[in-house]
Every structure is written in C-alpha cells, then in structure tokens.
C-alpha cells in the first residue's frame, strides 16, 4: 500500500516545473494526477509522457477565470468522481518587473489574480466536492518571496504569497472541522526550469548570484524533489494533523 493510493490529485500549473515534479511525485505514491495549465501543448505533451507510468489526465485552464476554474474541478470529478487533493502551484511573478517604479497596473493584476485569486476559486470550488467526501487536502504555494525579503522578486510578488499564506491559515480553520487539511510550501530559490534559470543566472550579475547563495546556511539552490517530497507528506495521512503550517523548503535562508 503506497502513501496515496486511490488518491485524486489536481495539481494546477503542472505543464512543467515544480507543478511537474510534484504531480510525479504524487504519483509515484500511487495518485491519479490530474494536470493543469493554460499552456496547452505543453501540458498534453506532459500528460503523454507520464502516461506511460501513471494514470494520468489533464485539464485545460486559466486558474485566474472562475469559469475555467469551475470547467477544471468539475471535469476531474466527472471522470474520477471525486478530488482528494488540490495543489493550488500555478504562479510566479510571470515576467513582471522587479522595481517598484516599473511595475505597471497589469503587472499587479496578473501577479494577483494568478497567484492569489487562482488559489482562492479552485479551493472553493473543491472544498465544495471535499466536504461532501468527508475531507481533503490543500496545499498552497507560496514562497520564500512571501515570507522575507526576495532579492529575485518584487512587491506584487510578494504580496500575492504573503497573501497566500493568509488566505490558507484562515481557510485551515474555516474547513479543518470537515477534515479537510490546507497548509502550505513555501520554497527557496529553485531552478524549476527556463523561466528560473533565466530570471537567475541571466538577470542577477555573477555577484548578486554569489551574494544570494551566500545567504543559503546550505550554500546551494534547492532542487525540484525538494518541493515535491514536501508536497507529498502534506498530501499524505502523515501529515494529517497539520493545518495552516507553512513548510519552509529552502536550505535554512528563511527561519519562520
Ligand atoms: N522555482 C522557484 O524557485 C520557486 C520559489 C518559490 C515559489 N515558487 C512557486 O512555485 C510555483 C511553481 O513555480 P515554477 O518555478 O515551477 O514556475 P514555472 O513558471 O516553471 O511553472 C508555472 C506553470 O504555471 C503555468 N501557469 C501560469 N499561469 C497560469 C494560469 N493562469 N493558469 C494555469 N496555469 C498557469 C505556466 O504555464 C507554467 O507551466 C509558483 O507558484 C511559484 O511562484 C517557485
């Protein structure tokens, strides 16, 4: 018997990335994983090659559009008939601008809606589906950016992952009673893919990049099994009386 067999995992923002890893890591404990992402090629070409190892299907969507959000929980549960467990990933700061003075209103917006308000309509329409099956987990995705001072994010960053850190703690009190689990990972700087690897070996110097890892008590950026190993305790019965904790995955830069 794996950690989550006969489990059913929507995991947002999976076409690539720490959402990849996390779903495979679900997976290898016996989930079926559901992915999602609004980049559609990349997610059936994801969904196609873990086919081959596990049972494995994909939504299509904009996690920041209540419709889409509604489209995608509603199709999991009509094909397996039920969601066990819900990683709320998709975000980033989405190539916005890290300088105050730069940041224009649709970068603020974006940052928000897909972080934050993508994280608040999928927990809402799955707590719905989780209180008629007797429990759940959520888990929420913030960041070291939403924890301390980032030197690789800016403000509309990080007010989206404090706020998703806000948002979970109060929600873990509003539905912990109906058994449902909603904590939270916030990881350190992690090369997740092109997206990171641009945003920190391309747009820090070689010495702001010294000074960042400098700062990490483990002298190293982390890796994707890192959050994907924290990601499948929070979904597991191991975890279970957890509610509204932030893990911190991030070599010891940031102590809660
Ligand atoms: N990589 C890191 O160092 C790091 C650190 C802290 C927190 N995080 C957080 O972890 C999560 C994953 O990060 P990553 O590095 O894998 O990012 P990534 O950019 O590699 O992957 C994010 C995925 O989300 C998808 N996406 C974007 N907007 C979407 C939307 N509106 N609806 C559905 N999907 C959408 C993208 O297409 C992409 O596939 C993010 O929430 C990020 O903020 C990452």
């Given at each position: 018997m794996r950690k989550l067999d006969n489990k059913v995992a929507l995991i947002t923002g999976s076409a690539g990335g720490l959402g990849r890893e996390i779903a495979v890591g679900l997976a290898k404990e016996g989930a079926i994983i559901v992915l999602n992402d609004v980049n559609e090629t990349l997610v059936?070409?994801?969904?196609?090659?873990?086919?081959?190892?596990?049972?494995?299907?994909?939504?299509?969507?904009?996690?920041?559009?209540?419709?889409?959000?509604?489209?995608?929980?509603?199709?999991?549960?009509?094909?397996f008939g039920k969601?066990?467990?819900?990683?709320?990933?998709?975000?980033g700061s989405l190539h916005t601008?890290?300088?105050?003075e730069d940041i224009?209103?649709?970068?603020?917006?974006?940052?928000?809606?897909?972080?934050?308000?993508?994280?608040?309509?999928?927990?809402?329409?799955?707590?719905?589906y989780m209180k008629e099956n007797g429990g759940g987990k959520i888990i929420n995705m913030s960041s070291i950016g939403g924890r301390t001072s980032s030197l690789v994010t800016g403000v509309a960053y990080a007010a989206a992952k404090g706020g998703v850190i806000s948002f979970s703690r109060r929600l873990a009190s509003e539905v912990g009673p109906f058994g449902i689990n909603v904590n939270?990972?916030?990881?350190?700087?992690?090369?997740?893919?092109?997206?990171?690897?641009?945003?920190?070996?391309?747009?820090?110097?070689?010495?702001?990049?010294?000074?960042?890892?400098?700062?990490?008590?483990?002298?190293?950026?982390?890796?994707?099994?890192?959050?994907?190993?924290?990601?499948?305790?929070?979904?597991?019965?191991?975890?279970?009386?957890?509610?509204?904790?932030?893990?911190?995955?991030?070599?010891?830069?940031?102590?809660?």
């Amino acid at each position: 018997m794996r950690k989550l067999d006969n489990k059913v995992a929507l995991i947002t923002g999976s076409a690539g990335g720490l959402g990849r890893e996390i779903a495979v890591g679900l997976a290898k404990e016996g989930a079926i994983i559901v992915l999602n992402d609004v980049n559609e090629t990349l997610v059936a070409q994801t969904a196609e090659e873990l086919k081959e190892k596990f049972e494995v299907d994909y939504v299509i969507g904009d996690v920041s559009k209540k419709s889409d959000a509604l489209a995608m929980v509603d199709q999991v549960v009509k094909r397996f008939g039920k969601i066990d467990i819900l990683v709320n990933n998709a975000g980033g700061s989405l190539h916005t601008p890290r300088v105050l003075e730069d940041i224009e209103e649709e970068d603020w917006d974006k940052v928000l809606n897909v972080n934050l308000k993508g994280t608040f309509l999928l927990s809402q329409i799955a707590v719905k589906y989780m209180k008629e099956n007797g429990g759940g987990k959520i888990i929420n995705m913030s960041s070291i950016g939403g924890r301390t001072s980032s030197l690789v994010t800016g403000v509309a960053y990080a007010a989206a992952k404090g706020g998703v850190i806000s948002f979970s703690r109060r929600l873990a009190s509003e539905v912990g009673p109906f058994g449902i689990n909603v904590n939270i990972i916030a990881p350190g700087l992690i090369i997740s893919g092109e997206r990171m690897h641009k945003l920190f070996y391309e747009e820090n110097s070689q010495e702001q990049q010294e000074r960042v890892i400098n700062e990490i008590p483990s002298r190293t950026l982390g890796e994707k099994e890192d959050i994907a190993n924290a990601a499948v305790f929070l979904a597991s019965d191991e975890s279970k009386y957890m509610n509204g904790a932030v893990l911190d995955v991030n070599g010891g830069r940031f102590m809660g």
